[in-house]
């Protein structure tokens, strides 16, 4: 059983949106660690006090927390597997000419060469592969945002995958 915490939290403003950042207790790699999480409260346009009533339910749940999470990836999902579900889940907060790049990095550099390749087996070693295929025919900043967007994906799924 965790141990019982009183924390409330810290409200930013991150992006036009009131961000709430806190720590939650969860079981990773069999040891119980203290990761720090940030949830979505609402828009700008909300006070500081209209925000801090939203998170209170979160703040609740995790101050009475009894049971911890255990944080796993499905091991058998490829790459190609995930990506329709990033896109339902992943891409509805990005702009249109963010998501139309990120589209254009998983179809003409992250398919091709990672598709087939479970998401749990995706290391620095398989990251470096992408990016030496690009060498030579791209510039510099795609091979950035290509990296930048898998990282995206792979976030994604290690906090959609989480304790199922």
Not at 77 to 87: C, K, N, Q, S, W
């Amino acid at each position: 059983m965790p141990r019982r915490r009183f924390q409330q939290g810290c409200l930013k403003i991150v992006g036009g949106q009131w961000v709430l950042y806190f720590y939650r207790d969860e079981i990773r790699d069999g040891e119980r660690q203290r990761v720090k999480v940030s949830k979505r409260i609402g828009h700008i346009s909300l006070s500081k006090r209209q925000a801090r009533k939203l998170a209170q339910p979160i703040l609740d749940e995790v101050n009475n927390q009894t049971e911890i999470p255990v944080r796993e990836m499905k091991n058998g999902m490829t790459l190609a597997e995930y990506i329709p579900e990033f896109r339902r889940a992943g891409m509805t907060d990005l702009k249109p000419s963010t998501r139309r790049g990120m589209e254009s990095s998983i179809r003409a550099q992250l398919l091709p060469v990672l598709g087939d390749t479970c998401l749990a087996r995706i290391d620095t070693a398989k990251v470096q592969n992408v990016i030496d295929s690009m060498n030579g025919k791209t510039a510099r900043g795609t091979r950035e945002n290509v990296v930048a967007d898998l990282l995206m994906i792979l976030d994604e799924a290690r906090k959609t995958h989480a304790a199922r």
